[in-house]
């Protein structure tokens, strides 16, 4: 009998000024509801996610045993596979067309034959004698690409094809008790086995990509033992905000307007480590079913350039036949992104999403039928990449917010050509573009050091102080009661133009249902903006609805406006009463006041 593995063992306060303001402000908005959060605040981030951050992209393989043609006995699969001629470095090579710096297998998947590509000595599923996993860890480990192992929790598609994949006489006889392998308490004491086999056997695979949770991992602590012996081993699960996790990915989403803006869909917020996952062919299931399934060349791009300007990692879904190579059409595409990425890979790798935490111009909707992301240069922040994915219908011309960062020069990323521009009334103009790309026109835009037009973090006060203390990890919650009302105080008169606000990104702006859950926008809809010299009396100066969108948004208040306090009243939010985890709900990164916009000097 082997035993399970044991586990080992091994308020902030507020300033004075703001206790006082948040006192005033309660008396004056008796009834509003909201509430200063804080999101759980990790430790410096962990030296295993280095990688995982740096990264842009990743490549997911499902491949397995009945991967077409099917194969229903082990050995028949195992040398298939080899007779096909698989090498690691065709996958190595394959990622690094898709500046992937990962590989995610996904063998051990409950639709693929839980085939394990590697020497077992657990018996209960298909153990090949080929160290395919060795082989591929080796491979990539010579060509800077690391390998993630994929696990799954459920055993429910045992005998999906009509026969038994899951071996319980066996695996019962290596326990020396009876256990059901096709129940989730029996499939999760395999799997936890087979957790600390792959741990000791490869020193060198990177992490455990995890599809959803079991039951028996929690009760035995599994996520805490792969923490204390292997540290360096990283952690994702799929579609579960797990705080044992280092990262969470969100499954493949359809629908969206436009097509390719995949984190529309998506509801976990920086700077949690997300990853997107979705299938590059269009149509069929995650593995190679036997077709070669078109593949839309816009929409991939697309995807991958608005994860970037996201800060969301690519996880790409190549469909691998027996012998590991990918369907023509796959094929081509990864041709093609082996040319078409290095011109521009400055832009999308090394870089964080515009408009949200790290500062940077306005992404979203543009002129004249434009959209776009914004990338922002770790290295140099002061470069911004502007990514036109669906350039405007009529003209030569982006327009943007500038979101108070003054420009000093705009150049074609891919030609190097010089574009005269503009700034005024809070956007940038850039003009005279006419070789437009197919799917992603990159310019990159020099700024100088800081933002323009804006009154500095700590100079305004709000009722709650969250919403102006430049802190992202803290943030307004109305708790679910509307109408909600914040009150800022610029400290005596002065001029106030606008308002940039940033939501917490912890909800889509796309209404969808995932897995029953019906999704919408927590974000502001209906809203009026009123101002006052006393906090007695009141005059409306904006109404209006706010755009459910990701990222900065902008209230424009006029030229003429002089004010101590501004009131900001929401009403409605975007998220109908079917979608009851979102209906209701307000949380509010911050609130900045701007007194002016950039113009050239």
């Known amino acids: 009998m082997t035993p399970a593995p044991k586990r080992r063992t091994r308020t902030r306060s507020l300033p004075l000024w703001a ?32 990688m995982l951050r740096n990264a842009t992209a990743g490549l997911f393989l499902h491949w397995g045993m009945f991967t077409s043609p ?12 080899t007779d096909g001629g698989w090498t690691p470095d065709y996958w190595v090579d394959e990622a690094k067309k898709l500046d992937a710096s990962y590989i995610v297998l996904a063998t051990f998947h409950s639709r693929l034959g839980y085939a394990r590509p590697w020497p077992s000595k657990i018996p209960g599923t298909c153990s090949t004698q080929r160290d395919f996993l060795g082989e591929l860890i080796k491979a990539g480990e010579a060509k800077g690409v690391k390998t993630i192992l994929y696990m799954t929790d459920d055993p429910k598609w045992h005998d999906e094809q009509g026969i038994e994949t899951l071996d319980s006489a066996a695996y019962s006889a290596h326990k020396g008790r009876d256990i059901d392998l096709t129940g989730r308490p029996g499939f999760g004491e395999f799997s936890y086995e087979n957790f600390f086999e792959v741990m000791d056997n490869y020193p060198e695979l990177s992490g455990f990509w995890i599809d959803n949770d079991n039951e028996y991992w929690e009760q035995h602590k599994l996520y805490e033992q792969i923490r204390e012996q292997r540290p ?38 920086m700077p949690r480590l997300t990853e997107s996952c979705y299938k590059v062919p269009s149509t069929g299931a995650w593995w190679y079913d036997g077709q070669d399934r078109p593949v839309d060349t816009g929409l991939n791009v697309g995807r991958y350039v608005a994860n970037s300007g996201t800060s969301i990692k690519s996880l790409m879904d190549l469909q691998a036949m027996v012998d590991g190579r990918f369907p023509p059409q796959q094929q081509k595409f990864t041709d093609f992104m082996k040319d078409y990425l290095p011109p521009i890979r400055e832009s999308l790798h090394g870089v964080d999403g515009g408009g949200y935490r790290y500062g940077g111009m306005q992404p979203g ?98 009722d709650d102080p969250a919403l102006t203390d430049g802190d992202f990890s803290t943030y307004s919650d109305n708790k679910g009661t509307l109408p909600v009302s914040v009150t800022l105080d610029l400290g005596k008169r002065k001029k106030a ?19 029953g859950r019906p999704e919408d ?23 209006g609805v706010l755009e459910s969108a990701r990222g900065i948004r902008f209230i424009d208040l006029g030229d003429d406006v002089r004010t101590r306090l501004l009131k900001l009243d929401v009403s409605t939010t975007w998220a109908a009463a079917t979608a009851p985890n979102f209906h209701r709900q307000l949380k509010i990164d911050e609130i900045q006041v701007g007194h002016g916009h950039v113009r050239r000097r």
């Open 19 to 50: 206790a006082v303001l948040a006192l005033l402000g309660g008396l004056l908005l008796a009834g509003t509801g909201t509430s200063t959060a804080r999101a759980p605040a990790p430790a410096a981030d962990p030296p295993r996610q280095s």
């Open 70 to 81: 099917k194969h229903y006995d082990c050995r028949e699969w195992e040398k298939a596979v």
């Open 232 to 269: 360096d081993m990283t952690l994702s699960n799929n579609n579960e905000d797990t705080a044992a996790m280092d990262m969470v990915s969100h499954e493949q989403k359809t629908g969206m307007t436009p097509a390719y803006d995949q984190p529309s869909a998506i509801w976990t917020p």
């Open 365 to 462: 909707a543009w002129n004249d039928g434009a959209y776009g992301y914004v990338t922002v240069s770790r290295a140099k922040p002061t470069t911004q990449y502007v990514h036109v994915t669906t350039r405007p219908t009529t003209g030569d011309r982006i327009r943007l917010r500038d979101n108070g960062h003054r420009v000093q020069r705009v150049t074609d990323l891919r030609s190097g050509e010089r574009l005269p521009f503009a700034q005024s009334d809070g956007s940038l103009t850039v003009r005279s573009i006419e070789d437009w790309d197919a799917y992603d026109t990159v310019l990159k835009v020099e700024t100088e050091r800081g933002r323009e037009g804006y009154y500095p973090t700590g100079s305004v006060k709000a």
């Open 497 to 515: 133009a606008f308002l940039g606000i940033n939501q917490r990104e912890w909800s889509p702006t796309h209404n969808r249902s995932t897995f």
């Open 521 to 543: 926008s927590a974000r502001i809809k209906d809203y009026t903006v009123s101002v006052s010299d006393d906090g007695r009396r009141w005059r409306q100066i904006r109404t």
